[in-house]
């Protein structure tokens, strides 16, 4: 008599089974989220929701971060590459033939208007701004400002052209475009979250908690460094927003990225 071979749901199905740490996916995958704006989201009391937490941080599929606007805060953020990794291999070990579409296209056909958000509008929003347009071209019209705007930052410029792409911006305060209507707006640092204004249309608003690479220096005084780990960060990060509209996503850049750093 032949006998079934028997074996345990991979990693992944077992962790994300649970209804409640599926929600903290969920919400987390919109963008990064303090413990007490996850209990209000999901419902549940906070001792609940950080044990949780807990066990998706152990899986390193969620990372966390201290605030840099308040430091007694602390930013979680879900890392969909670990995700679509675990997706892969749960789809495999089931059949070969089986594989996650990481395609989730959301207006076909339409130009988003996508606005970064950062204090100084040096260097995080405009990085981000220019890494998008190169990705997705004409599909989208993309804007950057900051609350407290200061001249574009050198390093920016750099590890841009390390990757073919000319950084000229001119830095623009965000009260300049709260009248004009955007499809998304993204901030990338914790303080200016706190005073982004509200926008026209209700666009979806979503928070990328990203340290100041213009306050990390090493141990020569540079800030260069932490400026290549930003486009690393942001280029991943936007990898996957640009996937939701349609964009070809990060795969092929994700091998060059591990060697780059």
């Not at 879900?78 to 207006?107: F, I, K, T, W, Y």
């Amino acid at each position: 008599m032949a006998t079934v071979e028997m074996s345990e749901p991979p990693p992944f199905v077992r962790l994300a089974s649970d209804p409640l740490r599926w929600r903290l996916l969920r919400e987390l995958s919109h963008g990064d989220r303090r413990v007490r704006e996850l209990v209000e989201l999901v419902g549940q009391p906070q001792n609940l929701v950080s044990y949780h937490l807990r066990k998706l941080r152990a899986a390193e599929l969620v990372t966390a971060r201290r605030s840099s606007f308040d430091g007694r805060d602390t930013y979680y953020h879900l890392d969909l590459e670990q995700c679509a990794d675990a997706l892969a291999e749960a789809g495999s070990s089931l059949h070969p033939a089986l594989a996650p579409n990481r395609v989730d296209a959301m207006r076909a056909g339409a130009r988003l208007k996508v606005l970064f958000v950062c204090t100084g509008n040096s260097g995080r929003s405009p990085m981000a701004e220019a890494l998008l347009r190169h990705r997705a071209g004409s599909m989208v019209e993309v804007s950057s400002a900051g609350s407290h705007p200061k001249p574009l930052h050198p390093d920016a410029v750099r590890v841009l052209a390390e990757r073919d792409i000319v950084l000229t911006h001119e830095p623009s305060h965000v009260d300049s475009f709260r009248r004009r209507r955007f499809h998304w707006v993204i901030s990338l640092c914790d303080r200016v979250r706190e005073v982004c204004p509200e926008f026209p249309g209700h666009p979806r608003v979503i928070h990328w908690s990203l340290p100041d690479p213009a306050k990390e220096t090493d141990e020569a005084g540079e800030t260069y460094p932490a400026f290549r780990r930003l486009a690393v960060e942001l280029d991943r990060r936007i990898g996957f927003l640009a996937a939701r509209f349609g964009v070809p996503g990060p795969e092929k850049y994700r091998n060059e990225e591990v060697k780059r750093t």
